[in-house]
């Protein structure tokens, strides 16, 4: 279970992150990721399973598994992020090892291009 304070619960947050934020994907979830470096706060992340995943005993399953996964990866995860975990169909039939696998490559390659991009924008400025 993720603690409170990394939930992502507020519907303005979701559609934010997955506006703005860096994506990067995976046979099983796709991560989008917005890095705030003026902000302190800890990482916080939110879950979107859709009925193309399953039914709800499947979405349930798919959603656990990936709050336990994303519980255990808090720490690659810069202060101030928030980040959406979107699975997808194939996730349905996934095991743990596989979605942790996943959610693991998606989020270090989301950070690595989202670091980029705010340096990027942050060498641009000055």
């Given at each position: 279970?993720?603690?409170?304070?990394?939930?992502?619960?507020?519907?303005?947050?979701?559609?934010?992150?997955?506006?703005?934020?860096?994506?990067?994907?995976?046979?099983?979830?796709?991560?989008?990721?917005?890095l705030d470096t003026?902000?302190?706060?800890?990482?916080?992340?939110?879950?979107?399973?859709?009925?193309?995943?399953?039914?709800?005993?499947?979405?349930?399953?798919?959603?656990?598994?990936?709050?336990?996964?994303?519980?255990?990866?808090?720490?690659?995860?810069?202060a101030g992020s928030?980040?959406?975990?979107?699975?997808?169909?194939?996730?349905?039939?996934?095991?743990?090892?596989?979605?942790?696998?996943?959610?693991?490559?998606?989020l270090t390659r989301?950070?690595?291009?989202?670091?980029?991009?705010?340096?990027?924008?942050?060498?641009?400025?000055?």
């Amino acid at each position: 279970m993720l603690p409170a304070a990394h939930r992502l619960r507020r519907s303005v947050d979701f559609e934010r992150t997955v506006r703005r934020g860096t994506r990067a994907g995976r046979s099983t979830v796709v991560v989008h990721l917005l890095l705030d470096t003026e902000v302190q706060d800890p990482p916080q992340v939110g879950f979107v399973v859709s009925k193309a995943v399953g039914n709800a005993v499947q979405r349930n399953v798919v959603k656990r598994r990936l709050r336990h996964a994303a519980a255990s990866h808090l720490t690659t995860l810069p202060a101030g992020s928030l980040a959406v975990v979107r699975a997808l169909p194939p996730s349905r039939g996934a095991d743990y090892g596989r979605l942790d696998q996943d959610l693991s490559g998606s989020l270090t390659r989301a950070v690595a291009r989202a670091t980029a991009r705010v340096v990027g924008r942050d060498h641009r400025s000055t």
